[in-house]
């Protein structure tokens, strides 16, 4: 037979119990509580709200840039737009809406990235 017979299991449960933790055992917990997912929750709202905020701003000072220059009109409503996409991200990011909100910086920065192209 290839399988392991019961007189070859030296620890039962209780042994197992009374034995004192390890220090990967230790390490195992301490991952375990850095990954509380409050605070994995809270790191992607504030990362969610963080990057359309930033990326609102950039697509404003695009809008302002290609107004004030001779591009055509679609170009910094395109930026405009797309800053207006992103800052609704932002918003719903920090309502904790992060996927949604990803969804909408990845459609803003592409509304943007499409208004460039009509330069």
């Known amino acids: 037979m290839s ?40 790191r992607a709202r504030w990362t969610a709200a963080g990057t359309g905020v930033l990326l609102a ?29 992103c800052a609704l991200a932002a918003f719903l990011g920090s309502r904790g809406r992060t996927r949604r909100a990803l969804w909408l910086l990845v459609t803003g920065v592409m509304v943007m990235a499409l208004g460039d192209q009509f330069d």
């Open 3 to 42: 399988g392991r017979g019961d007189s070859e299991i030296s620890e039962t449960r209780e042994e197992q119990a009374e034995q004192p933790e390890t220090p990967e055992d230790e390490r195992d917990e301490d991952l375990a509580d850095a990954e509380d997912p409050a605070q994995v929750a809270r």
């Open 57 to 85: 701003l950039a697509g404003l000072a695009a809008s302002t840039l290609r107004a004030t220059g001779s591009a055509p009109a679609l170009v910094p409503a395109a930026y405009a737009f797309g800053a207006a996409v």
